[in-house]
Structure formats: structure tokens, C-alpha cells
């Protein structure tokens, strides 16, 4: 291309999806729930049900933090998620980013041919809230700051 007819374009950072705050509330809230039944509430909350409770935290605080930066995942599965971080973040999730995506191996259901569920031991919830705890200082005292000073 001839630099003559080249174009330049004065990028600016894509607007916040309104909402974000909401997701980042709803994401806490989640965690701390996991965080109280696991400690508490093993008899009431089994290791599937705390599994899910801990996923609906990790994927709010991904959203909160792709929506405030203006981004959307493709889809809500973990991987589609970190995809998005990726692409939005790069590196941002570090060795989060292989934990993350290892969570979509207990609940393959998109496919209803291969749908598959295997619920996690009780044994492996702990490793869950600190991986969601992590994403939670993550996004909230790292990804959220760096777009409040960019505005």
C-alpha cells in the first residue's frame, strides 16, 4: 500500500457494555456463597451444586471485566471465556487461564450427543474458590483499575 494513501485513525478504547458493575456485584456474591456453604453447608451443598455456584462467579467476574473494556465473549463456556480474556487481556490471566478452562471438563453439555457430566470430589472445591478468589483480585484490583485510569 502506498503510505501516501494510507489512513491514519486516532483509536480510542471501546465504550463500557452498561451493566458491567451488576456482573461484578452478582460475581462476589456467588463466591462468597460457595465460599460460606463449603465451609458451613457441606451437608446441604454437595460438591456439584458448589461447582456450579463457583462457575456463575468466575463467569460474572469475566464478564465484568470484558464488558467494562467493551468486549463479549463468543459464547459462556470457560473456554469461549478465556478466549475473550485472551484476546482482551493477553496474558493477563496467567497460569489461571489453564484452570479455568480445565473447569469445562466436569459439564461438557453443549453437545447433546457428547453430553457428559462428572461432578467434582469435595476434595477438589477448595482449589475452585481460590482459583475464583484470584480471578475476583484479578479483575477487580488489576483489569477494572487499568480501565479507570484509561478513561
Not at 462468597?32 to 460474572?60: C, H, P, V, W
Not at 480471578?135 to 477494572?144: A, G, H, I, P, R
Request: net charge negative; hydrophobic share 45%; charged share 25%.
Amino acid at each position: 500500500m502506498n503510505s501516501a494513501t494510507m489512513i491514519q485513525v486516532d483509536l480510542k478504547p471501546m465504550q463500557a457494555i452498561s451493566g458491567w458493575e451488576d456482573f461484578l456485584k452478582e460475581g462476589k456474591a456467588y463466591l462468597k456463597t460457595a465460599a460460606g456453604a463449603y465451609e458451613r453447608r457441606q451437608d446441604i451443598f454437595s460438591a456439584e451444586i458448589l461447582y456450579n455456584i463457583i462457575a456463575m462467579a468466575i463467569e460474572k467476574f469475566v464478564m465484568a471485566a470484558l464488558m467494562r473494556h467493551g468486549a463479549m465473549p463468543y459464547n459462556h463456556t470457560m473456554g469461549d471465556l478465556v478466549e475473550a480474556m485472551e484476546e482482551t487481556f493477553c496474558g493477563a490471566m496467567g497460569e489461571m487461564k489453564e484452570k479455568v478452562l480445565a473447569l469445562d471438563k466436569y459439564q461438557e453439555i453443549c453437545d447433546l450427543e457428547t453430553y457428559k457430566i462428572r461432578p467434582p470430589a469435595m476434595e477438589e472445591i477448595p482449589e475452585m474458590l481460590r482459583l475464583a478468589k484470584q480471578l475476583e483480585s484479578l479483575v477487580s484490583d488489576t483489569l477494572l483499575q487499568e480501565q479507570s485510569v484509561a478513561d
